[in-house]
């Protein structure tokens, strides 16, 4: 009687700490799903003013091809009848005779009629081009402005200069780490990504770069100044960010944004406190062991 007593205790012990432990399960994978849901839902509506940005542009500029053809179309048809009116008029003159010149008053009356259509025809197609190159500029200066929006509600500001990056680093949202990188084959570390210069063009402003992210070599080529590249990676709640804010010969320098803690940081842990055993301290890890390392050995002076 007594051992069932001492069974029925234990069990009622643990059942707060399967009910807590399933607790922190649910609150975890909700955690996850909504961050997952945020950053696929900012990429879509991103990807979503992009495509809309260059299906308007091919639009608008497919018209503006048209109305060209067609103002030729009527330039050539108006020189036509210049000239044929001129070889009426230069006829007229040397025949010099009475029904010679009601003739020709009768084809010059004609085609005075057909230029001034060809005329008005002319001056309506070059107000309807005119109008759409003005909707164009409109809607692409609309979408660059939304698309900019959506890139800054995203992942913040970009820094142009030094102090820029400095303001952006207090609000203690992100980490940020400068470099200055010089064009060679060899990749250098810097917080979670490995980049490598390739090219740096200072007449058009812009550069190729490869980086390797999570073992994996990417390259990206042509990307102007101040433009950001975007990388995501699995275990970051955020993208992380590199941006070039100066192009010299040869050389760059600009700066990788990435967040401060990882999804895996943010998961609350799972295992009680009873349960857990002191361990001893670690060794300190060499530099290029952990490849967030260099947030804390460069900070932003």
């Not at 081009?129 to 698309?147: H, I, M, P, Y």
């Not at 940020?176 to 060679?184: D, G, H, Q, R, T």
């Not at 275990?235 to 960010?241: A, C, E, G, N």
């Not at 009680?272 to 947030?295: F, I, L, M, Y």
Request: one cysteine or more; proline letters at 6%.
């Amino acid at each position: 009687m007594e051992e069932h007593r001492e069974r029925m205790e234990r069990e009622e012990l643990e059942k707060p700490s399967g009910t807590s432990t399933t607790r922190w399960l649910v609150i975890a994978a909700g955690t996850s799903i909504v961050a997952a849901c945020l950053a696929v839902g900012y990429g879509y509506h991103q990807q979503t003013l992009v495509n809309q940005l260059n299906g308007q542009q091919e639009q608008m500029s497919a018209t503006v091809g048209q109305l060209q053809g067609q103002i030729e179309t009527l330039t050539g048809k108006l020189n036509e009848v210049s000239a044929a009116q001129q070889a009426a008029a230069a006829a007229a003159v040397q025949a010099n005779t009475p029904a010679a010149k009601r003739s020709a008053g009768k084809r010059s009356a004609m085609e005075n009629r057909r230029l001034k259509e060809i005329q008005s025809r002319m001056e309506e197609q070059q107000k309807q081009l005119k109008d759409t190159q003005d909707e164009v500029a409109k809607t692409r200066s609309d979408l660059e402005g939304n698309l900019s929006a959506t890139r800054d509600d995203l992942n913040g500001s970009i820094a142009r200069t030094h102090e820029e990056l400095v303001t952006l680093q207090k609000r203690g949202e992100r980490n940020y780490l400068e470099f200055s990188l010089a064009k060679s084959k060899q990749f250098q570390r810097y917080g979670p990504l490995m980049l490598s210069l390739r090219k740096a063009d200072t007449k058009h402003k812009n550069f190729d770069l490869a980086m390797v992210v999570d073992d994996n070599q990417l390259s990206k080529k042509k990307v102007n100044l101040y433009e950001p590249i975007w990388i995501h990676r699995v275990d970051d709640p955020q993208p992380v960010q590199v941006v070039i804010n100066k192009i010299d010969r040869d050389h760059v320098q600009g700066y990788v944004s990435a967040p401060k803690f990882r999804n895996s940081e943010l998961t609350p842990s799972l295992t009680p406190a009873s349960q857990k055993t002191p361990v001893e301290s670690p060794a300190p890890a060499s530099p290029s062991a952990n490849p967030d390392e260099p947030w804390r050995q460069q900070p932003l002076p």
